[in-house]
């Protein structure tokens, strides 16, 4: 197999999306600016990218690997596609349940911190109120939602190392299954279409 088939199946993979890019650069300006708000936006730009891109690169791969050794029984185009519908499933099924985890752990941290802070004396509320005005309350609040992200951030994460067999693995099982049935269902309605056509 030529390494160059595989470096060339994948510029041509790209193409299309860089030339996009290239013609919307407010898109990856958006992007980019989404991915450094918050950790719930870093998760989705970062598993929504490979959701897209990961399964372009192993279908072009198992294409340049078939156009260089001349293979006739179609099975590296096959496994190449078993290979996709499972980087999409990883990332669909990560990033929804990374994000609900993100957002219950930021949520509940913020409330800890909110509630431990109106109370009389606490050392969370004096650093909450540090330089805040006895009667901003928004302020407050505000400096308790930053507290809250960061603490809940850093909870996701320890969170996810238990979800990551409980709830991600048969989550996206369930969802590779339900992509390939879709896709196998897809490629079988394509190849009948001329058939009928043929009889007609």
């Given at each position: 197999m030529k390494?160059?088939?595989?470096q060339?199946?994948?510029?041509?993979?790209?193409?299309?999306?860089?030339?996009?890019v290239?013609k919307?650069?407010?898109?990856?300006?958006?992007?980019?600016?989404?991915?450094?708000?918050?950790?719930?936006?870093?998760?989705?730009?970062?598993?929504g990218?490979?959701?897209?891109?990961?399964?372009?690169?192993?279908?072009?791969?198992?294409?340049?690997?078939t156009?260089?050794?001349?293979?006739?029984?179609?099975r590296?185009?096959?496994?190449?596609?078993?290979?996709?519908?499972?980087?999409?499933?990883?990332s669909?099924?990560?990033?929804?349940?990374g994000?609900?985890?993100r957002?219950?752990c930021?949520?509940?941290?913020?409330a800890?911190?909110?509630?431990?802070?109106?109370?009389?004396?606490?050392?969370i509320?004096?650093?909450?109120?540090k330089?805040?005005?006895?009667?901003?309350a928004?302020?407050?609040?505000?400096?308790?939602?930053?507290?809250?992200?960061n603490i809940g951030?850093a909870?996701a994460?320890?969170?996810?190392?238990?979800?990551?067999?409980i709830?991600?693995?048969?989550f996206?099982?369930?969802?590779?299954?339900?992509?390939t049935?879709?896709?196998?269902?897809?490629?079988?309605?394509?190849?009948?279409?001329?058939?009928?056509k043929?009889?007609?």
């Open positions: 390494i160059n088939s595989v060339q199946q994948n510029k041509q993979n790209f193409k299309g999306l860089a030339d996009f290239a919307n650069p407010k898109i990856a300006t958006g992007v980019a600016a989404l991915a450094g708000s918050s950790v719930v936006a870093q998760k989705i730009v970062m598993s990218s490979e959701a897209v891109i990961g399964p372009v690169m192993d279908v072009g791969i198992g294409k340049a690997i156009a260089a050794t001349g293979e006739t029984d179609g590296t185009n096959e496994s190449s596609k078993v290979q996709a519908i499972r980087t999409f499933s990883q669909v099924g990560g990033t929804i349940v994000v609900i985890i957002l219950a930021i949520a509940a941290a913020t800890a911190c909110s509630s431990a802070g109106k109370k009389v004396g606490s050392e509320g004096k650093i909450l109120s330089g805040v005005d006895v009667e901003n928004y302020q407050f609040q505000e400096n308790a939602s930053k507290w809250g992200k951030g909870a994460t320890m969170v996810m190392l238990v979800t990551n067999f709830i991600d693995a048969p996206i099982n369930w969802i590779n299954k339900k992509t049935d879709f896709v196998d269902k897809f490629e079988k309605d394509k190849t009948q279409q001329p058939q009928a043929e009889v007609k």
